[in-house]
Structure formats: structure tokens, C-alpha cells
């Protein structure tokens, strides 16, 4: 079957730098994407991953290894605004998304 | 990218009754996704919508529970029928095709009461 693992929870201070991990085993690979979901609102998109190594994007960056079948979504500079929950999916070879659970991330003051 | 509007944003509901949700697209697009998000959890995807053709179920979801609409390449709706309180959730469409990241609507908040 598919699978997408990643931490159901995660608490991390105000300035700081968080990392969250992401498992997964699919059908084939087509991409891993990253979303951004504040409680009530629609996942927002924040990276996508295809070749293995480092995307950055400002504060974000995110990073894949497809012979291990794992992604990181690295946070930099945490603002109070970044307590979300984060997605990892990926998208299999019927470039249909499997979604993971989300990881809710608090950050604390 | 796209631009989805989706509508309503939130409803209640008695048990029993049929809500039908509707998302416009800014631009055409070959496929549109509909979600189901129940609380904390994930996205769990209800079918797949092609214009043209009959909506593609995943698995645990049926059409007659969840008919499908797609008259053309910029719309689409999902229909919630004869609901139970256990269909209460957080029900999203999307789009997205090949190697593009999914765009989603804004999310219809469903309580069935």
C-alpha cells in the first residue's frame, strides 16, 4: 500500500529553526509537495520536490531523497504566524496526490 | 496558477437532506479533485472529476452518495446526499494536472445535525 509518514505534533520557540520530517513509500513518484493549513482554512502550496537535494525559498526550504524516500521541510526565523499545520504529499505515478496526516506545529514565545 | 472560488463556506444541515457544493475556476482545466478533510486528519480524496466523462470514486465513496457534476472545463459540483451527522467535515475541490502543484478552493465547513 502507500504510505506518508510524518510527526503528528511538533512545539518549536519563536526564532528559532524547525524541522519536519516526511516518510513515504507510493506507487511510483511523480513529486513531493509541501502545504502550509492554518486551522479552518485551505492547504496552501509551499514547495515541490522532484530531483533529490535543497529547495529554498526564503524562510522555507525543502529537502528530498528518493533512494530513501524522505523529505524534510526546514523553518527558519519561526514567527508566531508559522503555528499551522504542514503537509507532505505526494504525487504517485497516476500523478495522484497522497496526502500525510499534517504536522501541527506550535510555536511558543 | 488558478483561482477557485468555492461555495458555501459553511453550512448546517439536517440529517437527511442533500447540500451540493460548486466550484468555479478561473481558467480550463482538464481534472478537478474533491476532498474530504475530517477533523485533524488529512485530506482524503472523494473522486476525480473529468469533464466529459463519469467522476472516478475512490475507494469507500459511491455515487449515489456523492454525485458529481462537471458540465465544463472551468466547474464543477460535489452533492452530499441523504446526510448523516457523520458527514460533517470540511469537504475541499482542487485542480491540478501533471506535475503542477494542486490549487484548492477555500473549503466548505459541513455540520449535519
Known amino acids: 500500500g502507500q504510505n506518508i509518514d510524518q510527526p503528528t505534533e511538533m512545539t518549536a520557540t519563536e526564532g528559532a529553526i524547525v524541522q519536519i520530517n516526511c516518510t513515504y513509500q507510493?506507487?511510483?513518484?511523480?513529486?513531493l509537495f509541501w502545504y502550509q493549513q492554518h486551522a479552518g482554512e485551505a492547504p496552501t502550496f509551499l514547495s515541490y520536490n522532484v530531483l533529490d537535494g535543497l529547495e529554498e525559498k526564503g524562510r522555507f526550504s525543502s529537502f528530498l531523497s528518493r533512494s530513501k524516500g524522505y523529505s524534510y521541510l526546514l523553518l527558519k526565523e519561526l514567527q508566531m504566524k508559522d503555528s499551522a499545520s504542514y503537509l507532505c504529499a505526494v504525487m504517485d505515478s497516476n500523478y495522484q496526490l497522497i496526502w500525510g496526516a499534517g504536522t501541527k506545529l506550535i510555536i511558543k514565545p | 496558477s488558478a483561482v477557485i472560488s468555492q461555495k458555501p463556506s459553511r453550512d448546517i444541515c439536517q440529517r437527511g437532506t442533500s447540500l451540493t457544493i460548486q466550484c468555479q475556476v478561473d481558467?480550463?482545466?482538464?481534472?478537478m479533485f474533491w476532498y474530504r478533510q475530517q477533523p485533524g486528519q488529512s485530506l482524503t480524496l472523494i473522486a476525480t472529476?473529468?469533464?466529459?466523462?463519469?467522476?472516478?470514486?475512490e475507494s469507500g465513496f459511491v455515487i449515489d452518495k456523492f454525485p458529481i457534476s462537471r458540465p465544463n472545463l472551468t466547474f464543477s459540483t460535489l452533492t452530499v446526499s441523504n446526510m448523516s451527522p457523520e458527514d460533517s467535515s470540511i469537504y475541499l475541490c482542487?485542480?491540478?494536472?501533471?506535475?503542477?502543484?494542486?490549487?484548492f478552493g477555500q473549503g466548505t465547513r459541513l455540520t449535519v445535525v
Open positions: 481558467s480550463q482545466v482538464t481534472m
Open positions: 482542487s485542480v491540478g494536472t501533471g506535475e503542477t502543484e494542486a490549487f
Open positions: 507510493t506507487s511510483g513518484f511523480n513529486g
Open positions: 472529476a473529468n469533464q466529459g466523462s463519469e467522476a472516478t470514486y
